[in-house]
C-alpha cells in the first residue's frame, strides 16, 4: 500500500488508564489541523454515540467487504466486533490540509505503520504499574478482576513501548501534554 501523505498522522497507544484520551484533547485545542481520526466499527451504536462523530457504523458483512478490498489502514476484532480506520477518511482529511491524531492499541498502531511508514508512533508510557493501577481503581468504571486483567495487558503492551518514534511518561498531564504537542510541532514544522 505505502501511501504518500499530505499531512501527518500520529499514533498514540497507552495501556488502559495511561491517559491518552486526556493528551489528545490537549493536542486537539492546540492545532487547528489536527483532526481526531474516526474509526469504524461492525457494533451497534451506543445511545450517546452518532454516525460520523464517534464512529462509522457498518454492518458486519461491509466490514468484511472493506477489510477485503483493502479499505483499513488498520483493523482488528475485539471482543465480537470489528474496529478499524478507514483508509478514505484518512484521504479525505489529508485532501482538506489536515494531520490525524489517533488512539490505537498496540497491535493496530504496527498495522498502521505497515501500510503508512511515515505514521509517528507515540507510546504514552505510565510512571509505574501502582500508579496505572491507582488510576483504574480512581475511575471506578471496572471490576477488580477487570482491573487485574487490564494489568496483565498492560505489561505486555509496555513491553512493545521500544517499537515507537517517541515515548512519552504521563507522570504529570501537563509536561506530558508538553512534550506531546513539541513532537507533535516539530513534525509539522520539519
Known amino acids: 500500500m505505502n501511501k504518500q501523505t499530505k499531512g501527518h498522522i500520529f499514533v498514540l497507544s497507552s495501556p488502559s488508564g495511561g491517559g491518552k484520551s486526556t493528551l489528545i484533547q490537549h493536542a486537539l485545542t492546540c492545532f ?3 483532526i481526531h481520526s474516526i474509526s469504524a466499527t461492525s457494533r451497534l451504536p451506543r445511545e450517546t454515540e452518532s454516525e460520523g462523530i464517534h464512529y462509522f457504523f ?3 458483512e461491509e466490514f468484511k467487504k472493506k477489510i477485503k478490498s483493502g479499505g483499513f489502514a488498520e483493523w482488528e476484532k475485539v471482543f465480537g466486533n470489528f474496529y478499524g480506520t478507514p483508509i478514505e ?3 479525505k ?3 482538506k490540509g489536515n494531520n490525524l491524531i489517533m488512539d490505537l492499541d498496540v497491535q493496530g498502531a504496527m498495522q498502521l505503520k505497515k501500510n503508512f511508514p511515515e505514521a509517528i508512533l507515540i507510546f504514552i ?3 509505574s504499574i501502582n500508579e496505572l493501577k491507582k488510576r483504574l481503581i480512581s475511575r471506578g468504571t471496572e471490576s477488580g478482576e477487570e482491573i ?4 496483565e495487558i498492560a505489561k505486555i503492551e509496555i513491553a512493545q513501548k521500544n517499537n515507537y518514534d517517541y515515548i512519552v511518561t504521563n507522570e504529570k498531564i501537563e509536561e506530558a501534554t508538553k512534550e506531546l504537542i513539541g513532537i507533535i510541532k516539530r513534525t509539522i514544522n520539519s
Do not use: A, T, V, Y
Not at 487485574?148 to 494489568?151: A, D, F, G, S, V
Open 93 to 95: 482529511e489529508f485532501s
Open 148 to 151: 487485574n486483567k487490564r494489568l
Open 32 to 34: 487547528p489541523r489536527l
Open 125 to 127: 508510557l505510565p510512571p
Open 58 to 60: 457498518l454492518s458486519e
Open 89 to 91: 477518511n484518512i484521504e
